[in-house]
């Protein structure tokens, strides 16, 4: 097995960008949605109520600044998009606390279950695509380790899918057939909820381990 693809969000809730290596740390992938989308009160607005968020892209320039759609994350001009696709009070704040992530830091999807599923895995938004699975052996990897590269990481649980499967990732249009099907097929789990064990660089093409749950 091997790391096929790498993804980081540096917006919560908005397209990511896929990357060729990245520091992996206790906290995840660095860089990953350290900016969110806030409304009235402070509450977090994500594309499960605001899909049109997805239509915007996050990444990190070189120096680490956040951008989106090429601009800083605080432009206005991008205050503006942000206003448009989730409401006149939605505004983005910056935020790097572990609440930010919905779960656990790091989501690992694999090719066998993807394929399985046979529509566009960026609708299950994960950080890490391992490469070489057999069909759904991801299913029996929680409570087991993965050595990922120079970093290690534990499998806590599959995840339970949402909504936000049902938005295509490119043009935002709802089909709820995926979810049925996640839901009648894949008893609504897809991907897995990982923590961070020990941290490393991680590259796509790195080899990846199935570790038993106490090993280093």
């Known amino acids: 097995m091997w790391i096929q693809e790498l993804w980081r969000y540096p917006v919560k809730s908005m397209a990511g ?6 520091a992996l740390t206790e906290g995840g992938i660095a860089g990953d949605r350290t900016v969110l989308v806030a409304g009235p ?3 977090i607005i994500t594309s499960r109520t605001h899909p049109r968020l997805l239509g ?3 990444s990190l320039a070189s120096d680490g600044a956040v951008l989106v759609d090429r601009k800083p994350w605080d432009d206005p001009e991008i205050a503006a998009a942000v206003r448009a696709a989730a409401g006149p009070q939605a505004r983005l704040v910056r935020y790097d606390g572990p609440e930010r992530f919905d779960i656990l830091p790091l989501l690992i999807g694999t090719d066998g279950a993807f394929e399985q599923l046979g529509v566009d895995h960026r609708r299950l938004r994960p950080n890490i695509v391992i490469g070489g699975v057999d069909g759904l052996a ?5 409570g087991r380790r993965l050595r990922l590269g120079a ?6 649980k599959l995840r339970g899918r949402c909504v936000m ?3 295509d990732p490119d043009t935002q249009v709802q089909d709820l057939s995926v979810l049925r099907r996640i839901a009648s097929e894949f008893e609504g789990q897809m991907a897995l909820d990982c923590a961070v064990v020990s941290g490393g660089r991680i ?4 080899p990846v381990e199935l ?5 280093a």
């Open 151 to 156: 970093a290690i990481a534990s499998v806590a």
């Open 211 to 215: 570790l038993e749950a106490a090993d």
């Open 56 to 58: 915007l892209h996050g």
């Open 17 to 22: 960008e896929r990357i060729e290596s990245v």
């Open 165 to 167: 499967t049902t938005y």
């Open 138 to 142: 991801e299913r029996g990897w929680p």
């Open 41 to 43: 009160g402070g509450r």
């Open 203 to 206: 590259a796509v093409g790195d």
